[in-house]
């Protein structure tokens, strides 16, 4: 090897070592560059953000106590709890005069409403047992509750039936009768679920 190229192969040797060296040292100084960058732009964007909420919570201010009002009529609006006493009381006394069984009742907390963000959904899972034309009586009473059985007693409250689960009774019972396939229902049950 001559001397010309053993200079060549080091000049090589040594870009080669030069760029290595950049890859290694400066690339990932870049990138965290670019990272912090990147952070302190989203830090100025929140920032921002934060300025502009408190300019709108300022000029709300001098209407504070009239927001506040219709913020607690609001929340009168929207019970909470799905208040089962009445729900129970208003079931049993459709349930009796319909002749059925009231079996369980299974209420969920009440949420806004899925049709119409204004008014509170309580969705509600009721068993009940007897023949199939009782059981229909027992809808139809069911979405009469909006007028309210016993006003002084029970509050009316709008039902929206959604679906209704029935299946033939057991083979003892006799007429017609109605049954439903809800775990742990004893036989000739209905389980439908309600929004009140």
């Known amino acids: 090897m001559t001397r010309r190229q053993e200079l060549i192969l080091a000049a090589v040797g040594a870009l080669l070592v030069l760029v290595a060296a950049t890859l290694l040292l400066v690339r990932p100084t870049r990138q965290a560059t670019a990272e912090a960058r990147a952070d302190r732009e989203a830090a100025v964007t929140e920032s921002q953000t934060l300025r502009d909420q408190i300019k709108a919570l300022e000029a709300l201010k001098p209407n504070e106590a009239e927001l506040k009002a219709k913020a607690s009529l609001a929340r009168a609006e929207f019970p909470a709890s799905p208040a089962l006493p009445g729900l129970v009381d208003a079931l049993q006394d459709s349930a009796s005069l319909a002749g059925v069984e009231l079996g369980t009742v299974a209420p969920t907390?009440?949420?806004?409403?899925?049709?119409?963000?204004?008014?509170?959904?309580?969705?509600?899972?009721?068993?009940?047992?007897?023949?199939?034309?009782?059981?229909?009586?027992?809808?139809?009473?069911?979405?009469?509750?909006?007028?309210?059985?016993?006003?002084?007693?029970?509050?009316?409250?709008?039902?929206?039936?959604?679906?209704?689960n029935l299946a033939s009774g057991d083979d003892t019972a006799t007429g017609d009768s109605a049954a439903a396939s809800a775990e742990a229902s004893p036989p000739r049950t209905s389980s439908r679920e309600t929004s009140s």
């Open 109 to 164: 907390t009440p949420k806004t409403s899925t049709l119409n963000p204004l008014l509170a959904e309580i969705t509600t899972t009721v068993n009940v047992s007897g023949g199939y034309f009782e059981i229909q009586d027992f809808l139809v009473r069911l979405e009469s509750l909006v007028k309210g059985s016993d006003p002084g007693r029970v509050d009316p409250r709008s039902v929206l039936i959604q679906s209704i």
